[in-house]
C-alpha cells in the first residue's frame, strides 16, 4: 500500500513537515483520505495543495464544490499560509494553465477546445470552472499574491501544482508538448518572483 510506505519514508528521512503537491488521486473525497491517513500514519504536520486531477469530478459533482470542500479543509495551503517558524512560510495554491507555455503557432481559440490530433484533455471532460482556463489562472495567481501578503516579513516558499517558470516546460519543438504545454503552467505567477 502506497500509504504504508509513504508514511514509512517519512519516518525514516525524520521529516517534520509534509507537503503534497497535487495530483493525490482522481477523486477529491479519496484525496482527501489519503492526507489524513498520513497525518495519523506519520504524526506530523502534513498540508497540500490540490492538483488538476484532484479536482476531476466522475459523478457530476460540480468543479465549485470539489473547491469549496478543498478551501473548508484546515490541510490545505490556498488562503491559508503554513507558519514554519518566524523566519519561514509557505503559501500554497493549486494554480491553473493560463496556455502561455504553448508554442505561438497555436492560437488561442485552439487551445482553449483542449483536443489535440484525436486526444482531448482530460481536464475538459472533468472539471469545469464555470470560466476561462486564463481566468482560472489570474485568480489564483491573485490569492497566491493575498497569501503572501499575510505572511509579508517572511522568507516564503511558494508551491504551486502548475509550472510557474517556463524553464520547466517541456523543451520545444516537441511533436507533442508543442501543445501540451499549454496545459502544464502559467505565466501569472512570475510576478510573484
Not at 80 to 92: F, K, L, M, R
Not at 134 to 162: F, P, Y
Amino acid at each position: 500500500q502506497y500509504t504504508e510506505h509513504l508514511a514509512q519514508l517519512v519516518k525514516q528521512e525524520q521529516l517534520d513537515l509534509l507537503v503534497i503537491a497535487g495530483d493525490i488521486s482522481n477523486d477529491h473525497q479519496q484525496s482527501y483520505i489519503f492526507i489524513q491517513q498520513m497525518e495519523v500514519l506519520t504524526g506530523i504536520d502534513v498540508r497540500f495543495i490540490p492538483g488538476n486531477h484532484d479536482y476531476w469530478s466522475t459523478d457530476g459533482t460540480s468543479t465549485q464544490v470539489i473547491h469549496d470542500f478543498f478551501m473548508s479543509k484546515p490541510e490545505q495551503l490556498m488562503g491559508n499560509p503554513y507558519i514554519i517558524n518566524d523566519e519561514w512560510a509557505i503559501v500554497g495554491n493549486s494554480g491553473w494553465y493560463d496556455y502561455s507555455y504553448a508554442n505561438p503557432k497555436y492560437s488561442l481559440d485552439y487551445l482553449e477546445r483542449r483536443r489535440f490530433k484525436g486526444a482531448t484533455w482530460q481536464d475538459k471532460v472533468h472539471v469545469d470552472w464555470g470560466m476561462p482556463d486564463r481566468e482560472v489562472s489570474r485568480k489564483a495567481a491573485e490569492l497566491a499574491e493575498a497569501d503572501m501578503k499575510k505572511v509579508q516579513g517572511r522568507n516564503i516558499i511558494l508551491i504551486t501544482h502548475v509550472v510557474t517558470d517556463p524553464s520547466f516546460k517541456v523543451p520545444m519543438p516537441h511533436r507533442i508538448f508543442d501543445y501540451s504545454n499549454a496545459f502544464i503552467g502559467t505565466s501569472d505567477f512570475m510576478k510573484l518572483y
